[in-house]
């Protein structure tokens, strides 16, 4: 059964991408039992973004199950024309990303797994730098934290901006 063909013309208000497949194998008295884990970015390209990572017996049912737990985590980012507000240093594990705005018309100049989440997010211009691990999933969340805290940072932003008229 193809994922793509009937089940993203149902949700087509979401991009689904899909990072990472592994192949999970485990020792058992009966012999081996293989799995698989999938790595998922959702995006509706105006600012809402989420990562899913699941596992299950066939790619399929791993892809499927990856999306729905990233369509119940989904975050707000804040963008500010086609770029990010700012500029920020974030770690998550072993990763360690740095991410800043873009001049309009630059693009997304940023590695592998920091591109997908930006461009699901729909920042259209940002400069990012893996610095740390090579580790899909933890350069995946590592992105995702550092927008969460650029959106903390604009609330704050907003906030005293509110407290002074």
């Given at each position: 059964m193809d994922y793509r063909g009937g089940y993203q013309g149902a949700q087509k208000e979401f991009s689904e991408t899909v990072v990472e497949i592994k192949r999970i194998s485990k020792k058992t008295k009966g012999g081996n039992t293989i799995r698989f884990?999938?790595?998922?970015?959702v995006g509706d390209k105006k600012g809402k973004v989420a990562?899913?990572?699941?596992?299950?017996p066939d790619v399929a049912s791993a892809i499927h199950k990856a999306?729905?737990?990233?369509?119940?985590?989904?975050?707000?980012?804040?963008?500010?024309?086609?770029?990010?507000?700012?500029s920020v240093n974030e770690k998550f594990?072993?990763?360690?990303i740095l991410l800043r705005p873009a001049p309009k018309g630059s693009?997304?100049?940023?590695g592998g797994p920091m591109r997908v989440v930006l461009d699901a997010a729909g920042v259209r211009?940002?400069?990012?730098?893996?610095?740390g691990t090579k580790n899909k999933a933890s350069n995946v969340y590592a992105t995702l934290k550092a927008l969460k805290t650029i959106?903390?940072?604009?609330d704050k932003k907003s906030s005293m901006k509110g407290g002074k008229k």
């Open positions: 884990s999938a790595l998922v970015v990562v899913g990572l699941s596992k299950a999306i729905d737990q990233a369509k119940r985590r989904m975050i707000k980012v804040p963008i500010k024309g086609t770029t990010l507000p700012y594990s072993a990763a360690k693009g997304i100049i940023a211009d940002a400069v990012g730098k893996i610095l959106a903390k940072m604009d």
